[in-house]
């Protein structure tokens, strides 16, 4: 996906020249290699700064929350969602934004690259159409970028910007032979106490940084849950119980509004696999009320609403 780095610096330079944009959010390299970093430029000049391949994961929805400017943004599928999610919860305008949509094939795991080069120092990566090579003091090694796709990436089925007022590049097929619930789907066979089992020693490791909620576009009350004193939530302490009522508590809050855009993965320190919990939602979501979020405008949220036909009698 090298090809849209010059036209998105292209784009970004014209939409400040002709003054339709105060600021323009994308990513640009990061300092590590597979760590590319969001970057809001304030100039045409700054353009350079702009680039885009296969490890841009970090959504740019945060940077969007009640900014009062008018702003350029790139999007792929995700981060499109996002942003119609966004301003149907009043988070920003659609007349503030210039949306420069990118279709996209899916970023890299860096996890498994790291596993793959059994944890070596990475110096240097070069991304090829279908392959990537990764470059150590001692090494040098090149790897199918179809094997090292993020997890949701590989369950994917809206790879091109659902919004947008320009796109950079042909629409690439979508995804729709797949079972993107299938892990889901295993789970939900299991008794009761498997199944919290399962969950209890996927957070074991879970060392309370709230990275997953920080790098979620969901998140932005004006304070989490996790910091009311009035009443308090849970506790600030390791407590197992506290910490899985974090997890399940934040999962019910993204609750017909997440895009499985996979921040929360991305930034995990410990490597816990938090998807578990909105995937399950994500699948109730779809089964129970046709539902996915961010794909339409003309859509209020799924909890917003009621409908006669709602699934659960009990409501009426």
Wanted: aromatic residues 8%; charged residues 30%.
């Amino acid at each position: 996906m090298l090809e849209y780095v010059e036209k998105i610096r292209k784009t970004a330079r014209k939409l400040f020249k002709d003054d339709k944009v105060d600021v323009f959010i994308g990513y640009k390299k990061g300092s590590v290699p597979m760590m590319n970093q969001p970057v809001l430029i304030n100039t045409a000049d700054q353009a350079d700064l702009l680039y885009w391949d296969r490890n841009c994961g970090l959504n740019l929805c945060n940077y969007l929350t009640r900014r009062t400017d008018r702003i350029g943004i790139i999007a792929n599928g995700c981060n499109s969602r996002n942003i119609v999610t966004h301003i149907t919860e009043n988070q920003i305008r659609r007349d503030q934004l210039y949306i420069v949509g990118i279709p996209c094939k899916g970023m890299i795991d860096h996890r498994a690259v790291q596993r793959a080069v059994k944890q070596q120092e990475i110096l240097a990566v070069e991304e090829h159409a279908e392959t990537f090579t990764v470059k150590g003091r001692d090494f040098e090694k090149t790897l199918n970028i179809k094997d090292y796709l993020r997890s949701n990436c590989l369950v994917c089925t809206h790879r091109n910007p659902v919004i947008f007022d320009e796109i950079i590049g042909q629409p690439v097929e979508e995804q729709r032979e797949i079972d993107a619930y299938k892990d889901v789907k295993e789970i939900e066979k299991m008794d009761p106490e498997n199944k919290w089992n399962l969950f209890t020693r996927m957070i074991d490791k879970c060392i309370r940084c709230y990275a997953c909620r920080d790098a979620c576009p969901l998140c932005y009350c004006p304070t989490c849950f996790v910091d009311e004193s009035r009443p308090q939530w849970i506790g600030k302490s390791s407590d197992p119980i506290d910490t899985m009522t974090f997890h399940v508590l934040r999962a019910y809050h993204c609750a017909g509004r997440c895009t499985d855009c996979g921040a929360c993965e991305r930034v995990c320190p410990m490597g816990i696999p938090v998807r578990q919990f909105t995937k399950k939602l994500n699948k109730d979501a779809q089964e129970f009320f046709s539902w996915e979020a961010g794909l339409s405008l003309d859509q209020r949220p799924l909890l917003d609403v009621f409908r006669p036909d709602d699934y659960n009698d009990f409501i009426r």
